[in-house]
T-cell receptor
Framework: DQQVKQNSPSLSVQEGRISILNCDYTNSMFDYFLWYKKYPAEGPTFLISISSIKDKNEDGRFTVFLNKSAKHLSLHIVPSQPGDSAVYFCAASVTGANSKLTFGKGITLSVRP | DVKVTQSSRYLVKRTGEKVFLECVQDMDHENMFWYRQDPGLGLRLIYFSYDVKMKEKGDIPEGYSVSREKKERFSLILESASTNQTSMYLC?????????????FGPGTRLTVT
């Protein structure tokens, strides 16, 4: 039973354009959401997070949007750069769960020069 | 900066061997985690620990055990390695308490069981 879903396995965008990575979740108890970025042969690195009390969080070129009623979040990268090419994981957690995260399967983003 | 290190980047073991994967973090984090990453399956939690000598099963604990004798060190043990345990193993740590904190990952160990 997959509680965090990233239904598109890959995304290809042109450099300078917007990348939109989507994530859906089924567990209504989730109240904290994170995005991680992973390069090959490296561990994932934290990118940005959002609490369920917000609907938007922005950090430089990265913005995460949360739609609680739809149980949907998205990561926007503007403008996209070739160095953004990586696997992006969406993760979710419940307050009080010892920071235990449930991850999606990941989306491979390719940014074409 | 938080640093999470893993004992090996690449490891090749034979079927039936006992395998130890070591993870050390240097930020006094209470929580530590072991995941495996497989193509098309994402990151799946094997075990986690929220305190010394405390452990809880994750989503796929079968065939694995863990040990946490010191706060900074969390070991994953494959009692009898099998070919279906060939994978990328990732260790992570985070601050504890009821507040949510992001997890910091090590570089991973690519384990091949032949």
């Amino acid at each position: 039973d997959q509680q965090v879903k990233q239904n598109s396995p890959s995304l290809s965008v042109q450099e300078g354009r917007i990348s939109i990575l989507n994530c859906d979740y089924t567990n209504s108890m989730f109240d904290y959401f994170l995005w991680y970025k992973k390069y090959p042969a490296e561990g994932p690195t934290f990118l940005i997070s959002i609490s369920s009390i917000k609907d938007k969080n922005e950090d430089g070129r990265f913005t995460v949007f949360l739609n609680k009623s739809a149980k949907h979040l998205s990561l926007h990268i503007v403008p996209s750069q070739p160095g953004d090419s990586a696997v992006y994981f969406c993760a979710a957690s419940v307050t009080g769960a010892n920071s235990k995260l449930t991850f999606g399967k990941g989306i491979t983003l390719s940014v074409r020069p | 900066d938080v640093k999470v290190t893993q004992s090996s980047r690449y490891l090749v073991k034979r079927t039936g061997e006992k395998v130890f994967l070591e993870c050390v973090q240097d930020m006094d984090h209470e929580n530590m985690f072991w995941y495996r990453q497989d193509p098309g399956l994402g990151l799946r939690l094997i075990y986690f620990s929220y305190d010394v000598k405390m452990k809880e099963k994750g989503d796929i604990p079968e065939g694995y055990s863990v040990s946490r004798e010191k706060k900074e060190r969390f070991s994953l043990i494959l009692e009898s390695a099998s070919t279906n345990q060939t994978s990328m193993y990732l260790c992570a740590s985070s601050l504890g308490g009821g507040t949510l904190y992001e997890q910091y990952f090590g570089p991973g160990t690519r384990l091949t069981v032949t």
